[in-house]
């Protein structure tokens, strides 16, 4: 029985010691950022790439906090400036008009929604089972649906699916994209970017003139005129601003990238575990989950850090506006001198 004890007296210091052992990213200076920053209220109770969906039933999308309620336990998925895609766990997809802010149709999918985008009449969608899928809202038919190989794990920032002219390209979830003619779907073309058993999941896609940038959280991809290049890191986020591309990893690093991923400067903050990131109007914000917010140059050269708090709810950039516990930043008055 001492010798039990010991073991388990050994196993406990063993644990805590390396809970306490944890770094966190500790800036000597700091500037407060409350003059940008107003409350909007809410409570986030989900995450996607296009949005949160609050405890309230609202959203927050591209265009900021809505009016409209999605439902009881549904969750926000995606927008254009006419519907709401949004889903709930029994895999019922609703298609929202805005203008009456009433469902017009609902989609019996079966399995719980990941992710969704729509275009000209056409919802392209990814399952949780690695399913992707077509549906057209004129005939309310599936034009297409098509299972891909089994996951086991994914990571929650799934990216959605981009329409490109006529191509649909599917972020899946064992990483790779499928490549849909929405004329032919026959004719579907595959392109792997990562071949991890767990957390494989497409997290990134974008275009950035004629190239496509995509991510898992092991490996960024692009695709253009010179054909595909890789780019291994441990990524948080990403984020692409003038044709650079900025990754945000779970090292602590910034790195920009051109669109042959070839780096041209990197910053690193030692021991900051990034929230969330982004690029634009020639500035670079990065928040650390424990409320400390860089604002970088685009060169990576320079930077001021102002304080936001600890993150205790996901948060959610979109356009010039961070949205944390509650609380919403004009990021674009926030500078790095």
Avoid: W
């Avoid at 690193?268 to 140059?297: C, P």
């Avoid at 320079?302 to 990021?331: C, M, N, Q, R, W």
């Amino acid at each position: 029985m001492k010798g039990l004890a010991l073991v388990t007296f050994m196993l406990l210091a063993l644990l805590f010691s390396g809970c306490s052992s944890k770094k966190y990213f500790e800036p000597e200076n700091t500037f407060s950022a409350s003059s940008t920053s107003s409350s909007y209220g809410g409570s986030v109770v989900d995450l996607s790439r296009e949005g949160v969906t609050l405890k309230s039933g609202k959203y927050i999308g591209k265009s900021g906090v809505s009016t409209l309620n999605l439902g009881e336990g549904y969750r926000f998925l995606n927008e254009n400036n006419r519907y709401v895609l949004a889903s709930n766990p029994e895999g019922i997809l609703k298609i929202i008009d805005k203008k009456t802010q009433e469902a017009v149709q609902a989609v019996s999918l079966k399995v719980p929604v990941v992710s969704a985008s729509m275009k000209n009449g056409l919802i392209a969608y990814v399952l949780n089972n690695n399913t992707f899928g077509i549906y057209r809202m004129s005939n309310n038919q599936k034009v297409v649906e098509s299972r891909s190989e089994k996951t086991f794990a994914i990571d929650t920032r799934a990216a959605s699916p981009m329409f490109i002219d006529n191509l649909i390209v599917m972020p899946m979830l064992d990483g790779k994209l499928i490549v849909v003619n929405a004329a032919d779907s026959e004719s579907a073309k595959v392109v792997y970017i990562s071949s991890e058993k767990i957390f494989n999941n497409v997290i990134h896609l974008s275009r950035t003139g004629n190239t496509m940038v995509s991510a898992t959280p092991k490996k960024l991809i692009t695709l253009g005129n010179e054909g595909q290049q890789e780019y291994r890191a441990n990524i948080s986020e990403v984020a692409v601003n003038n044709g650079i591309i900025y990754l945000f990893t779970k090292e602590g690093e910034v790195v920009a990238l051109n669109t042959n991923l070839e780096v041209i400067g990197t910053s690193k903050y030692k021991f900051a575990h990034y929230a969330t990131g982004t690029a634009f109007g020639g500035r670079v914000y990065a928040l650390d989950q424990e409320g400390s917010l860089i604002v970088m140059n685009s060169d990576l050269t320079k930077h001021k850090i102002y304080d936001l708090g600890a993150v205790s709810e996901p948060a959610f950039i979109t356009g010039t506006k961070l949205y944390k516990d509650g609380d919403v930043i004009e990021l674009s008055k926030l500078g790095y001198e």
